[in-house]
């Protein structure tokens, strides 16, 4: 079924360059509390040889490519995309292994890869079965799905932030109005486990939290702003994100200044799903023994 946060135009726009996900994740290293390197720690969840082919799907301008050639500089890596402008930006532009394509129709013969790696970006599918069952295609018999997203329960003081500000400004019954949904929860830490429990024998979940602290409700609102493509559509008709960010302005100044600063709970994490390998190996050996 098709979703409202499925819009084309909206995608393209905010992935047709590097520039708008590059401001986001800086803004997210700039205010979270502890600092982490997010990439790092999720391909830590694989138990890597390091001489894997790999392939990158939806890989972006390369983030993890560059944490993992680091760490494993063996391995044999692909990287995926639809957005041309992203990998024009990748660090491995101009070595012949980045291609233009659909996560749904991967130009591979089967059994073509120990790792594929989709993070952050299969809530952005349509039709999630199917990119599983060409993931699936493409992984060898023990190969190994790598997929990081957040959890339905990141960001709540966001959310019930612009729930009260819906209220303020809608015409609705205020008992009717929810926290507003991302398209992250079409696949999140909790979703996903059941997406992938349907194409994958097992499934493992590993997760992070952070908090996010802002001093001022400028820092505040400039971060808001780089996630308006991710909660703007589930806005009721009669309520502009323009609206919402004057009620936030007030009400995110007042925090600040009775608390000293505005803390935001953040969790991502990291679904690591196959058949035979990676944290299953050992199982299914002592499993076939008994």
Known sequence: MSSPFHDPKRFKRFYETDRSIRDLYEAREQFAHPRMDFAGWALRGLRWRGDERVLDVGCGYG????????????IDYFGLDQSLGMLAHHAAAGHGRLLVGDATHLPFPDDSFDVVMA???????????????EIKRVLKP????????????TIPEIRMLIRRAIIILTRANPSSVRPPTTVSDLFSLESGTRVLSRHF???CRFEIPSTLIFHTEADFLSYLAQLRDLLELSLPVDVTWEGIME????????FIYQLGDMQ????????????????????LQVRDKA
């Open 63 to 74: 983030a993890y490519y560059d944490r993992l050639s680091q760490a494993h500089p063996n």
């Open 119 to 133: 993070n952050h970006m299969l809530y952005h599918l349509p039709d999630l079965d199917s990119a599983m069952r």
């Open 142 to 153: 023990e190969g190994v799905l790598m997929a990081t997203t957040h959890s339905n329960q």
């Open 201 to 203: 024998y097992g499934v």
């Open 247 to 254: 009620v936030l302005r007030d009400q995110v100044a007042q």
């Open 264 to 283: 935001v709970s953040r969790l991502a994490g990291v679904l690591i799903a196959s058949d035979k390998g990676d944290f299953l190996r050992q199982f």
